[in-house]
């Protein structure tokens, strides 16, 4: 069964600093995509960035980018020149494909301050 | 375009009651799944529906249920509520086989 693992349970750092998130996951898939959503105080889930394990190019999305280290089976979340709004939880997670017969599985949550 | 819109934000239930929680999915999405989100245990998959059928289930008890109807917009039920059902619900939908899960943003359900 694939699992989803973030060791960092909270996290703060200044603002403008950059900031690593960590997941790690298991499977014996070849293929899958993995995702990292934020949710903010209002609750709602966002899709932050989204990388398919054949692509060996690390996803990028403005200030967001992850390194993804299919091997180590990791993918952690750089984000760069933090601001407040990035005050949130965020979620890694693992689909084995993209079909809706899959399951998506989240990891347990970083929650990340942005301190001013 | 709307985004998923769930009903209603918060519920106070006592246990051994039922609720009914709402979802509608943005405008063309076939495919809504539901997921627990509590302090410890994080995010946790409770089912998916696709054009009214369940497609998939996660390691939930028979307590929770869900439908899903002809216009996409999907109820899910919990009986016989516990404490430990005491979570954020939340819903979320998709379209094209491609394309991500697209959240709304939740029902606080607390059971005293």
């Known amino acids: 069964a694939q699992t989803v693992t973030q060791s960092q349970p909270e996290m703060s750092v200044q603002e403008a600093e950059t900031v690593t998130l960590s997941c790690t996951y298991d499977?014996?898939?070849?293929?899958?995509?993995l995702f990292w959503y934020k949710q903010p105080p209002s609750r709602q889930m966002i899709l932050v960035i989204r990388?398919?394990?054949?692509?060996?190019q690390n996803a990028t999305e403005n200030r967001f980018s992850v390194n993804f280290q299919k091997a180590a089976k990791s993918f952690s979340l750089k984000i760069s020149d933090s601001q407040l709004g990035d005050t949130a939880m965020y979620f890694c997670?693992?689909?084995?494909?993209?079909?809706?017969?899959?399951?998506?599985?989240f990891g347990k949550g970083t929650r990340l301050h942005i301190l001013p | 375009k709307a985004g998923v819109t769930q009903t209603p934000r918060y519920l106070i239930k006592t246990r051994g009651q039922q609720v009914t929680l709402s979802c509608s999915p943005i405008?063309?999405?076939?495919?809504v799944s539901w997921y627990q989100q509590t302090p410890g245990q994080g995010l946790q998959f409770l089912f998916e529906?696709?054009?009214?059928?369940?497609?998939n289930k996660g390691n939930f008890p028979g307590r929770f249920s869900g439908r899903q109807f002809s216009n996409s917009r999907s109820e899910m039920n919990v009986s016989t509520l516990e404490l430990g059902d005491s979570a954020l619900y939340l819903c979320?939908?998709?379209?094209?086989?491609?394309?991500?899960?697209?959240f709304g943003n939740g029902t606080r359900l607390t059971v005293t």
């Open positions: 979320a939908s998709s379209g094209a086989a491609n394309s991500p899960l697209h």
């Open positions: 499977t014996s898939e070849s293929n899958y995509y």
């Open positions: 990388q398919e394990a054949y692509k060996q």
């Open positions: 997670a693992f689909m084995k494909s993209l079909n809706r017969d899959d399951k998506i599985i």
């Open positions: 529906y696709f054009s009214e059928t369940q497609r």
């Open positions: 405008s063309g999405h076939r495919s």
